[in-house]
């Protein structure tokens, strides 16, 4: 199965950039696409952008123009490139494979899903 660890969080001004990276391991072949989430306190954890294995992106409307995620399948490591942050993008960011894998039942293929989560890495934003 895939592991993920995301890395650079921290402590940053109003309208300054932060770069954070999850590295994946494990059964990389497994990863269809990998998310950023977010989560703030007392909220639920929100969807900020999608980059699925064919390299193709989908963002959040709020992330559009702000945000941009990437990947560098040299390194198994995704990134999310966040500028002109803001107070209210304090939270806690969490790294998300959606994941699968076949197996062999007899003469039948089954595809067995599954998620990935890593631990956070927690971005504060000061005005």
């Known amino acids: 199965q895939v592991q993920l660890m995301e890395s650079g969080g921290g402590l940053a001004q109003a309208g300054g950039t932060l770069r954070l990276s999850c590295a994946a391991s494990g059964s990389i072949s497994e990863i269809n696409a990998v998310n950023w989430y977010r989560q703030a306190p007392g909220k639920e954890r929100d969807l900020i952008a999608t980059?699925?294995?064919?390299?193709?992106?989908y963002y959040e409307d709020f992330a559009k123009g702000r945000f941009t995620i990437s990947a560098d399948n040299s390194k198994n490591t995704y990134y999310l490139q966040m500028n002109n942050l803001k107070p209210e993008d304090t939270a806690v960011y969490y790294c998300?494979?959606?994941?699968?894998?076949?197996?062999?039942?007899?003469?039948?293929?089954?595809?067995?899903?599954?998620?990935?989560w890593g631990q956070g890495t927690q971005v504060t934003v000061s005005s």
């Open positions: 980059i699925r294995a064919d390299g193709t992106t």
């Open positions: 998300h494979a959606d994941a699968g894998y076949d197996d062999w039942q007899g003469s039948e293929r089954l595809y067995y899903p599954y998620d990935a």
